[in-house]
């Protein structure tokens, strides 16, 4: 069985990071039609990089929370412990970036 992110908060989430990354994208495109400096372009490069890779980080965060309810169906202590670890989770995995 294929997983989805059902989550309906965590799909808005990834989908208006997404939406940030774009506009970033279309920025850069920009920048090089107008012949913008690399420099300076090379920055914006690397934005959108960061972003593609925290909306990914998020996700896959999201994904798990997601199976590890569907498979242990925790109690409402339990899931608020769940939801601190993955909180925690998601800062230590930020900072390795």
Known sequence: MKTALTDEAARTDVLNR???????LRGIQRMVEEGEDC????????AVRKALDSTYLRMTLCFLEQEL??????????KDDMDDMFKNLETMLARMR
């Open 18 to 24: 997404l939406r940030r990354a774009e506009g970033q």
């Open 39 to 46: 420099l300076k372009i090379g920055h914006q490069f690397s």
């Open 69 to 78: 309810e569907t498979r242990m169906q925790p109690d409402a202590s339990q």
